[in-house]
């Protein structure tokens, strides 16, 4: 049996296929994004992502996401989702209140889910938001979805965890993966990858963003601890 991350890593496993939508679609998204982009594309999609994440600092960012969520507690229960995706828009230099959509997106983000003029408007949403429909902002949208579910998840499953925040992470890497499964195909087949030990993937496709994601999901632990004033 070849391991998760000899899998990942061999060209031979490709991506779940996507089709293209018009701009401002789900479609649209999907086939302009890192994460479904393969060879030069997807280098040139990639490298949009990382520079913007190499002008976020990670302190900022847990700074920020405490301070929302303490604030967020003061008026009743915490929307993890939304302080992670205001949070990530505010170090992109996007304007409040895009989560609610983001969230939606999320939802179909996956090739293998279909989605419905809900989303598609949705997308068109935070495509205005982000100035047009371009690389640049698919790479933008793409970095609200994919770490809206998936950082949200993992400080859900932290939240039982008595440590400081940086071993509750951990631990909850290990144990309660947010992310437990990719997809990936050969021959026409259906493959599902067990992440165990590689809770950010592995390979060309490895997340470009686990330290920004550990900072906000660290700044969120350490409100949601504090007692309300």
């Not at 913007?52 to 008026?75: I, N």
């Not at 170090?91 to 999320?106: E, N, P, Q, T």
């Not at 909850?172 to 021959?187: A, G, I």
């Not at 990858?193 to 997340?207: A, E, I, N, R, Y």
Request: charged share 20%; proline share 5%; aromatic share 4%.
């Amino acid at each position: 049996m070849i391991e998760a991350s000899e899998l990942l890593a061999d060209p031979r496993f490709t991506l779940p296929p996507v089709f293209a939508g018009a701009p401002g679609t789900i479609g649209w998204l999907r086939t302009n994004v890192a994460r479904f982009s393969t060879g030069q594309a997807h280098t040139r999609r990639r490298s949009l992502v990382t520079e913007e994440l190499a002008g976020m600092d990670p302190a900022w960012l847990r700074r920020e996401a405490f301070d929302r969520t303490v604030e967020a507690k003061r008026f009743g229960p915490v929307d993890l989702k939304a302080i992670v995706v205001e949070t990530l828009a505010a170090a992109l230099g996007l304007r409040a209140g895009l989560s609610a959509d983001v969230v939606i997106v999320a939802k179909a983000y996956q090739p293998h889910v279909e989605a419905t003029s809900v989303e598609d408007a949705a997308v068109a949403r935070l495509v205005e938001a982000c100035g047009g429909a371009s690389e640049q902002t698919a790479a933008l949208i793409g970095l609200l979805v994919q770490a809206c579910d998936a950082t949200a998840g993992l400080v859900e499953n932290a939240l039982g965890e008595t440590v400081a925040a940086e071993e509750a992470l951990a631990a909850t890497l290990r144990e309660r993966p947010p992310v437990s499964m990719t997809r990936r195909y050969k021959d026409g087949r259906l493959i599902e990858v067990d992440l165990t030990g590689l809770p950010f993937g592995h390979g060309p496709k490895v997340c470009p963003g686990q330290v920004h994601a550990l900072a906000i999901a660290a700044g969120i632990l350490d409100a949601r601890r504090q007692a309300v004033c």
